[in-house]
């Protein structure tokens, strides 16, 4: 059989028994779902689909997936998928990473690596070629990110010259993922990392590793990656795409970090002090602020021309020694004016600190905000945290942060992230605590306002997202935009950056690579819905510990029907008619009825039929019919 | 450029994108090969990259380790030259490499080493095109001896002191 762009294996490994087997991608799986996140919402559904609702996603029967796409390594730029049974939202999220485990996983021979159970003992994974070994990390257990990089890159690549110099050469240090101490404490904010700074944060899967007492996995290949069906035609389609990608210089020199300052004045949809104002009229956050502390050169990933990363150090201070990379405008906003820091340096102290600690800075941000409003609003007290948690005191931010990654004092409620810390604490003040809980369900939105309506989320984006709030995968209108969900879908499933994309040449590739009839539209109307609709599902089954009401949860955090106090957008709001309107037409674009929830036809149309019993263990449970 | 040619590496200005290595296993393998690439990027520190390719020692202890004349040098470019039918995977050549740039093709198992590509080099192109050009072709006779045989290790080394002032 010839599948093109594909290795037809996974790498298959139960910690809880200390066993691994390499098991079959069959052709069709690959076709209907292509890779990523699609095949992730896929095998998560064929493992777990029936009993979704008790599946603890801490617990070990949840499964890990590491998954590459058919485009990964071919495609400029490579990106690795990171999923499973997301411990925020209970649904699926496909977090991607930019990590060379991909193009690793793919020489070695892999579409990717689904780890199932728990070990007892912490472990990490080795994978080189046929030879899969689950060895100790007792050693690595309790270090932070730097430390974890260097002392096993040092192992990992000592232990190959020793094998390997004399007899063969010299080979490349093998890549590898891992978890901070943030992760090994299941912190549902946890990111899984990549290099020093790089985080597949949405989701939070650095929990999940952590759960499963995993604090890395590294691989090792020395293939080339799987046939394509047209190799002259890749040829010629890296090279138009190189070409493409090396026009844009403003993203080589700045990457998103120019975004600081810009998106709050000429946009004003910055999260300020926990998302109270959108705008600042302080100047320090422009990226020329930045650009003194960052380490002269450019800084790509594997196969990408256009190295949108900037490495900042912070060579002196009270912060010397800080590295991090950017911070790229996420971080520079959700770990700065979110939390009333305007001043450069202790931003990037914050941020390489969440690198550290291997927590999400989005999602952190995002609760650490949370908590200094209710400081501000005397919810939260000097008595609940040990000290002041004022705006702009990134010392106290920065000791919140730590106390999240390790569990301690109030940190342990906080480390369940915005939504569930706001219930908990809710439920202890005995006071609703939701309005100033900005997440959609269960994940903290990126730091992309929808009020101004001049960036680029729209009324119901992330009302409606699969993803929950998510911000690199919004459902837009007209569905066919260029940088919407059905794009981002595509972009996450064949495992490319969604930086990189360039007109039609993903859809191109995907063609030469595979042999494929697959077009654009052909994703719009099959692939791309098909995707959507069963991490819908996934999302509505939900629980253990929460469960999504459409009518309730298929919204904004309230904190966007506030009208913006301030900035040039001063007085504007999302409005509740836009979304509800929006929201009908995008369900019916998809072929869900109101509640967004699809129909039978929809099912029977997308291969979905399987998704039946489910879809009515969904309407039984919100009593709708 | 008439005469033999070298390229010149320049580590401060290596991004880490590793268009080279596709480049050049495009060129070769003609696929995405990052381990059968001649140019191979290492990072053995986040943000600290070493491209790492055939130094051409002018002395060419790899020519002479070999016992089965598998490999010359190219008068024209001044590149080591694989003879694929002649080498017989020993490994002489590797273990005479002070830089360990010569190694073993990991599917084929014969000595690979870049050639070059015969005066017009691929991955400099690439690296020149992405405005990093952290690779040049300059005239053979204007590099010192053997200074780029050196393994890719010690170069990070001092690179990260370089770049990130130490510890
Ligand atoms: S193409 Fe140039 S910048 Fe990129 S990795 Fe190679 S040498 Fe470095
Ligand atoms: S660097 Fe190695 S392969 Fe190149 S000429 Fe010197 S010994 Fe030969
Ligand atoms: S000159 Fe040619 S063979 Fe040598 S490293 Fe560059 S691309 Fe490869």
Redesign the interface.
């Known amino acids: 059989m010839a599948l093109y762009g594909y290795a037809g294996r996974l790498l298959e490994v139960d910690l809880s028994r200390g066993k691994h087997r390499v098991v079959e991608l069959e052709e069709d799986v690959a076709f209907n779902f292509i890779g990523g996140r699609g095949l992730a919402a896929y095998l998560l559904w064929r493992e777990l689909g029936d009993r979704w609702e008790e599946v603890d996603p801490l617990g070990p029967e949840n499964m890990l997936l590491v998954l590459t796409g058919p485009l990964t ?2 495609y400029p730029g490579v990106k690795l998928c990171i999923s499973g049974k997301s411990p925020q939202s209970n649904g699926v999220v496909g977090s991607v990473v930019s990590s060379e485990v991909a ?1 690793e996983l793919r ?1 070695a021979g892999y579409d990717g690596i689904v780890v199932k159970g728990a070990s007892k003992d912490p472990v990490y994974l080795y994978v080189e070629g046929e030879n899969v070994e689950i060895r100790s990390a007792e050693h690595l257990w309790g270090l932070g990110g730097t430390e974890t ?2 002392r096993l ?1 040092r192992e990992l ?1 000592g232990d190959l010259k020793r094998r390997l ?9 093998p890549s590898f993922i891992y978890i901070g101490p943030a992760g090994e404490n299941r912190v549902r904010t946890a990111a899984v990392m990549a ?3 790089h985080a597949a944060g949405y989701g939070g899967y650095g929990a999940v590793m952590g759960s499963k007492m995993l604090k890395a996995i590294a691989v090792k ?5 799987p ?2 069906k047209h ?1 002259d035609w ?2 010629l389609l ?1 090279r138009e795409a ?2 493409a990608l ?1 026009r844009n ?1 403003l993203w ?1 020199h700045w990457g998103t970090s120019s975004g600081g300052y810009e998106v709050a004045s000429l946009t004003s949809s910055e999260p300020v002090r926990n998302w109270q104002e959108e705008w600042h009229d302080s100047r320090s956050m422009g990226v020329q602020n930045y650009e003194a502390h960052w ?11 256009q ?1 949108c990363m900037k ?1 900042s ?1 912070l ?1 002196s201070g009270k912060f010397s ?1 800080a ?1 991090t990379d950017g911070p790229d405008y996420e971080l520079q906003a959700y770990l700065g004016p979110n939390l009333g820091v305007f001043e450069p340096r202790a931003n990037v102290y914050l941020s390489s600190l969440a690198d550290e600690l291997g927590l999400c800075g989005i999602q952190t941000g995002n609760v650490l905000g949370f908590a200094a409003e209710l400081y501000e609003k005397g919810v939260l007290t000097r008595e609940d945290l040990g000290f002041e948690l004022k705006w702009g005191d990134a010392e106290a931010f920065a000791r919140l942060m730590s106390m999240i990654a390790r569990r301690e004092g109030i940190g342990d409620c906080l480390a369940e992230g915005t939504a569930r810390a706001a219930l908990k604490l809710g439920k202890l003040k005995g006071v609703d605590l939701s309005k100033y809980a900005v997440h959609v369900k269960g994940v903290g939105v990126g730091a992309h306002g929808a009020r101004s309506g001049k960036d680029f989320p729209q009324a119901f984006t992330y009302a409606v997202g699969v993803q929950g709030g998510d911000h690199t995968s919004p459902p837009r209108l007209p569905v066919d935009r260029q940088w919407g969900e059905f794009t981002s879908a595509f972009e996450d499933s064949a495992v490319i950056c969604s930086f990189n994309v360039h007109g039609d040449l993903p859809f191109q590739f995907l063609r030469a690579i595979t042999g494929w009839d697959i077009t654009r539209e052909t994703w719009m109307r099959v692939h791309g819905r098909r995707i959507i609709t069963l991490q819908r599902v996934l999302l509505l089954l939900g629980g253990p510990d929460l469960y999504w009401d459409p009518r309730r949860d298929d919204d904004n955090p309230p904190r966007f029907y506030e009208p913006l106090p301030s900035g040039p957008f001063k007085g504007r709001s999302v409005s509740r008619e836009e979304v509800e309107s929006q929201k009908r037409e995008y369900f019916g674009y998809l072929g869900w009825d109101s509640l967004g929830i699809p129909t039978e036809e929809t099912l029977r149309e997308l291969g979905l039929d399987y998704l039946k019993p489910a879809v009515e263990r969904i309407r039984k449970r919100l009593g709708a019919g | 450029m008439a005469g033999p040619i070298f390229i010149l590496r320049d580590y ?8 080279c290595e ?1 480049a050049c ?2 060129k070769h ?8 690439s001649r140019i ?8 600290v990259d070493v491209p ?1 390719l055939c130094a051409q020692c002018r002395d060419y202890p790899c020519v002479k380790a070999c016992r089965y004349s598998a490999l010359r040098v190219d008068e024209s470019t001044g590149a080591v030259l694989v003879d694929g039918e002649k080498c017989t995977g020993c ?1 002489d050549c ?2 005479a ?1 002070p830089g ?5 093709h ?2 084929t ?1 014969k000595a690979i080493v870049c050639d070059l590509c015969g005066g017009e080099p691929e991955c400099v192109k ?1 690296c020149h ?4 050009d952290a690779l040049r072709v300059v005239p053979y006779t204007s590099v010192g001896f053997k200074v780029y045989s050196t ?3 010690q170069v990070a080394q001092r690179l990260f002191e370089t ?3 130490g ?1």
């Open positions: 390594g071919y193009v020489a990089y260097r890159s690549w110099l004399a007899r063969e050469g010299l080979t490349k240090e290099k020093l700074s290949g020395f293939g080339p990656m046939r394509a190799p890749v040829k890296i190189w070409s090396n210089v080589k380490v002269k050169r450019y800084w790509g990933d594997y196969g990408c021309p190295t490495i150090r060579r020694g590295t | 401060l200005r290596c991004s880490g994108c590793r268009l596709v296993s495009l393998e003609g696929t995405v090969w990052p381990e059968a191979r990027v290492f990072e053995f520190f986040p943000g790492h490994g590797v273990r490499c360990k740039v010569m190694r073993l990991p599917e198992r690439a095109e992405a405005g990093f393994m890719p290790d770049l990130f002032g510890e």
